[in-house]
């Protein structure tokens, strides 16, 4: 076996990767960027070393320097991890060169599935099921939008070389095509530095169903079972499962064989996945083959009991594959959430900041937790935003979800936001318990997902209020205190007086009034809210409150965010704000306006010149984060006096970009 392994990554891969190896007594390297330097993966490792400032280009992406640091330190093999170079096979090639294991495919497996449009023409001779669309060699905007037109709308433009939902746009019409692929061709180049494009038939009601496969250098190769990865936002991952719900043995058996069908006709090595689209009526499609592990791996990992970390170990050290075909377990149910930095009411953009608190479930046989960010941390522009991945495992389906709800209601990060409630929606909701699902299963859920006018008042409303009483407590209470002494309650106790104060409570863009009475000596606390009358009591342990209100008792879960509170019950997460009194103090001067940043990023491109006039709709400028586009776009006809920021810069979230004129009509 190896004694010493390199990581070529960063982050959670790089953390779960070093797990193994440590495992396995093999000694581990890490690399570094600038804004890594005190990261958990360098902590974990045996040895670190610095590749370059925070950029992934300059860093992560620099594969001599890495190339050299291994040779420099007596490594013998490098896992690449997933993303950066872990599907770059000219690094394969710079391993291989070099003496050094390539802990991955070969180079012409990378090369054969590397380009998605190569990749269809050798599934299509292998007889794997291909989607009808284009992935031909002439790259004119003619020709693509031809083929797109003949097959007709919607179709789904995609990267050749992408990956992880980049360089990727579902295009409706044949008006919206110009300007889509132009957005692809952009932001593939800048994610893969290549803008080679192919367009295929968008179904409308597919399951994202993956098969992970290996295969070892002595014609041995088997299917891990499957993952259902549905439930996706702009084309990236967000909860997946494993197996597939209603997955039948036969079908499983029939994807499994294509699978192994693909990896064979490209003489695979080691960990790979193949991602079909599985239509309703049984039908299954090849989509693309990951010439790498998986970011979901761990819910295989899960059902099977393997580590599939050591596999692609003892793989690239010329072992055979520890079990045949008939010998991989199938047991329980497991989901994966991904815990992102990001914003869900605000079309899910990425968020940055310091992760002030960080408090993840407790970890067992049931629960884990991966994760490349301590607390302290910070969340920055320069990678992608994932915080954590939290996989749960039970028995069946139904009580592997009753888990993911439970854990992700003791799942508590303040000082960014995070899509943690979003998540406890879509898990709790019962369209996701029915499992009916489909890639678009988020856009046709908003209504639950998102539910502020869902939401039952009378019953959330006096939670809250007593989260923020029981906050105030908390807050004005002596050391020494008597929890019922006048001097320990929020509200302005009187002697011989019941004191009545008013509580105002935003949820979403709704205000909503409360009345509170307390008399002095009294346990009990009455909240009046729209005409109903609750008499409560309540006490906050921690991140735990235990409220009795009318008589029914109740534990909810608590988290607090920079400006709201999170009450997570049974059925939903429900996110609201304190409004505290206007003393005069704000500053009614403040500007506003819809051109300021939404995110800390780079200005991509400037679409339109100053002076000139443009539609509503119209693209203004374009600004990335976390290789992610965002549009500036016009709100109203009108014209651009001034950009305050040229293309290439750095913009801070909340910064003015522009100088907008609307036009008046008469």
């Not at 967000?238 to 043995?249: K, N």
């Not at 049984?282 to 599939?308: K, S």
């Amino acid at each position: 076996m190896f004694n010493k392994l390199l990581i070529a990554n960063r982050g959670e891969i790089s953390c779960r990767v070093i797990k193994t190896a440590r495992k396995m007594g093999i000694r581990t390297v890490a690399v570094y960027s600038d804004a890594d330097a005190n990261a958990l993966h360098v902590q974990m490792a045996d040895e670190a070393f610095r590749l370059g400032p925070a950029p992934s280009r300059d860093s992560y992406l620099q594969a001599q320097k890495i190339i050299d640091i291994a040779k420099q330190h007596n490594v013998d093999a490098i896992h690449p991890g997933y993303g950066f170079l872990s599907e770059n096979s000219m690094f394969a090639k710079l391993c291989s060169d070099n003496g050094i294991a390539f802990v991955g495919p070969p180079v012409l497996a990378i090369d054969a599935m590397g380009s998605k449009s190569a990749a269809k023409r050798i599934m299509q001779d292998a007889g794997v099921p291909l989607v009808p669309g284009y992935h031909g060699d002439d790259q004119s905007a003619e020709i693509i939008k031809k083929h797109a037109d003949d097959m007709g709308y919607p179709v789904l433009l995609k990267a050749a070389a992408g990956g992880g939902g980049k360089g990727m746009r579902q295009v409706w019409s044949s008006d919206e095509f110009d300007e889509a692929l132009a957005a692809a061709k952009r932001e593939a180049m800048s994610s893969f530095n290549d803008d080679i494009m192919l367009v295929e038939k968008y179904l409308t009601q597919p399951r994202h169903v993956e098969i992970q496969v290996f295969c070892d250098n002595h014609g041995n190769g088997v299917y891990l079972h499957e993952r259902d990865c549905s439930v996706q936002r702009r084309h990236q991952k967000v909860i997946e499962e494993a197996p597939a719900p209603g997955m039948s043995d036969a079908l499983r058996k029939q994807m499994g064989e294509a699978a192994l069908r693909a990896a064979n006709a490209i003489d695979y090595r080691g960990a790979g996945t193949v991602e079909f689209l599985l239509d309703a009526d049984g039908q299954f499609y090849f989509m693309e083959m990951n010439t790498r592990l998986q970011v979901e791996h761990p819910v295989t990992e899960m059902i099977t009991g393997l580590d599939l970390v050591e596999w692609q170990l003892r793989v690239a050290n010329n072992e055979t594959l520890p079990l045949s075909q008939a010998q991989i377990p199938l047991n329980g149910h497991a989901f994966e959430a991904r815990i992102y930095a990001e914003d869900p009411d605000n079309n899910f953009l990425p968020a940055t900041g310091t992760l002030q608190l960080l408090k993840p479930p407790v970890e067992g046989p049931n629960v884990r937790v991966d994760t490349g960010v301590s607390q302290g941390d910070e969340v920055s522009v320069y990678y992608d935003p994932m915080i954590a991945k939290l996989i749960v495992w039970d028995e069946n389906r139904d009580k592997a979800l009753a888990r993911l709800c439970q854990s992700l209601r003791q799942y508590h990060i303040e000082g960014l936001t995070t899509n943690i409630d979003f998540l406890y929606n879509l898990a709790a909701s019962k369209t996701f318990a029915q499992a009916n699902l489909t890639t678009d299963f988020i856009d046709r859920h908003q209504d639950v997902l998102n539910q502020t006018s869902e939401y039952d008042l009378h019953r959330l409303l006096p939670l809250a209020t007593l989260t923020i009483l029981e906050t105030g407590k908390k807050l004005t209470r002596p050391s020494s205190g008597d929890p019922y002494s006048p001097w320990s309650m929020a509200n302005h106790w009187r002697a011989n007086e019941t004191h009545i104060q008013s509580v105002k409570i935003a949820v979403g863009d709704n205000e909503y009034d409360i009345s509170v009475q307390q008399s002095a000596g009294e346990q009990d606390v009455v909240i009046v809210f729209d005409g109903q009358t609750y008499r409560c009591q309540a006490t906050l342990n921690d991140d735990t409150l235990l409220a009795s209100i009318n008589g029914h008792r109740s534990t909810t879960a608590v988290a607090s965010h920079a400006e709201s509170v999170t009450l997570f019950t049974a059925d939903e997460a429900f996110r609201f704000r304190h409004v505290m009194p206007d003393l005069g103090l704000s500053d009614d001067n403040e500007s506003g306006g819809g051109f300021s940043a939404p995110m800390n990023g780079t200005v991509v491109s400037l679409n339109v010149e100053p002076g000139v006039s443009v539609k509503a709709g119209q693209t203004l400028m374009i600004m990335e984060a976390m290789k992610m586009e965002h549009a500036i776009k016009a709100p109203s006809a009108g014209v651009v006096k001034e950009f305050f920021f040229k293309a290439g810069e750095l913009v801070d979230g909340g910064a003015m970009l522009l100088e907008f004129d609307a036009e008046v009509s008469e």
